[in-house]
């Protein structure tokens, strides 16, 4: 009897370690899948406005992160890195930086800001130091669908009416298309011969969304771009908008990206 008492207590105390032990292994492998960086701005690009990141943000809000989103003048590329700055400096601590098609070129000089972590690019340009967008735009020849008109008299670049649904945002409902066009931004295609002074993706860990339906920034420019920079790419069937097509998909590449290495 005094043997199986014992061997009773010795079992009774192998369990209450061993629950322990759990708790602990719980706890740790709890903090090392926890992301360490929680703040995601988010940069839209030419023909378009900050709304269209509507999706993306409620996807992400409810992931736990703190989401801002940059509503770019389209002035100039100084003035829209300047406006990613504004949003940067009121930034808590590390922040995973976004960028769609222009909002690339944004990104590429913004994210030289102390505060960025990580760059993700969605359908977007990715020009080198010396390189402006228009560069990398000529080099495949442009989808039929795509819709980019020559500036107007005041420098000012628009889309297509009769393209925008299919050449901008294909996957989207005729609706929501006709919201975007609505909506877009008076964008001032100097911006586009803008050189970049200084690429962050040199320096920062870049993570590339290809969209492989896009009839504006064709995907093989996009590979092209972020093979250069070693960008880890993700491709996403989707438009120009992928990350309105597809926010669940997009939001992935950027949760990702704020996991720290």
Excluded: C
């Amino acid at each position: 009897m005094k043997t199986l008492n014992i061997l009773n207590r010795y079992f009774s105390f192998a369990v209450v370690l061993f629950s322990l032990l759990l708790t602990v292994t719980n706890v740790n492998a709890q903090k090392a899948a926890a992301p360490q960086i929680k703040n995601v701005v988010l940069v839209h690009g030419a023909f378009a406005d900050g709304s269209g990141w509507q999706g993306l943000y409620k996807v992400l809000t409810k992931k736990g992160y703190n989401v801002t989103i940059v509503q770019n003048p389209l002035s100039s590329l100084e003035d829209d890195v300047k406006a990613t700055n504004l949003a940067l400096d009121k930034q808590d601590g590390p922040t995973i930086l976004v960028g769609h098609s222009w909002g690339g070129t944004v990104i590429t000089e913004a994210g030289n800001h102390p505060k960025v972590a990580a760059l993700v690019y969605v359908a977007a340009l990715q020009p080198d130091k010396g390189e402006n967008s228009v560069q990398w735009l000529q080099t495949a020849p442009p989808a039929p669908e795509n819709g980019v008109l020559a500036p107007d008299e005041k420098g000012i670049a628009y889309y297509d009416k009769a393209k925008f649904h299919a050449g901008f945002a294909g996957d989207l409902s005729k609706e929501q298309a006709d919201f975007m066009y609505a909506s877009q931004g008076a964008f001032y295609a100097q911006g586009f011969l803008t050189p970049i002074t200084n690429a962050a993706w040199r320096t920062k860990p870049s993570y590339g969304i290809v969209a492989t339906e896009d009839k504006s920034i064709v995907p093989s420019i996009q590979v092209a771009m972020y093979k250069r920079s070693n960008t880890k790419i993700t491709e996403i069937k989707g438009s120009h908008v992928v990350f309105i097509s597809q926010p669940e998909k997009v939001a992935n590449v950027i949760i990702e990206a704020s996991f720290k290495k």
